[in-house]
């Protein structure tokens, strides 16, 4: 499976954004796909992850009602909507993708089980 994310940039505190992840190669719609960020400094946290039927969605407390994710099977492609963003949204910010499974909580307490990475996008929150 190869993840292709777009949609970074540079956006004001309390405005939004939104990140798209394309994915192609094998069976792309029998897989769950999520986000991770990682800010200067700091090691990759999970963001959000939602499982391969679309039926279920999982956030990190950090961005819980701020942040939806959503995705698209007939493309494929996951969304991560950005609302109220703040200084510490900054962040190079990964699309992966595993699975799958059920439920999307496995993406965040099982990261380095995830197998599939796309490169980063850069997303800086401005004061």
């Known amino acids: 499976v190869q993840l292709q994310a777009s949609g970074g940039g540079l956006v004001q505190a309390g405005g939004s954004l939104r990140l798209a992840c394309a994915a192609s190669?094998?069976?792309?719609?029998?897989?769950?796909m999520g986000w991770f960020r990682q800010a200067p400094g700091k090691e990759r946290e999970f963001v959000a992850a939602?499982?391969?039927?679309?039926?279920?969605?999982y956030l990190a407390d950090s961005v819980r009602g701020r942040f939806i994710i959503s995705r698209d099977d007939n493309k494929p492609t996951v969304y991560l909507q950005m609302n109220s963003m703040k200084l510490e949204d900054t962040a190079v910010y990964y699309c992966a993708a595993d699975g799958p499974f059920n439920s999307p909580q496995i993406m965040a307490v099982r990261p380095n089980g995830v197998n599939y990475w796309g490169k980063g996008t850069q997303v800086t929150v401005s004061s």
């Open positions: 939602i499982n391969w039927s679309g039926t279920s969605t």
């Open positions: 190669g094998r069976t792309t719609n029998k897989i769950n």
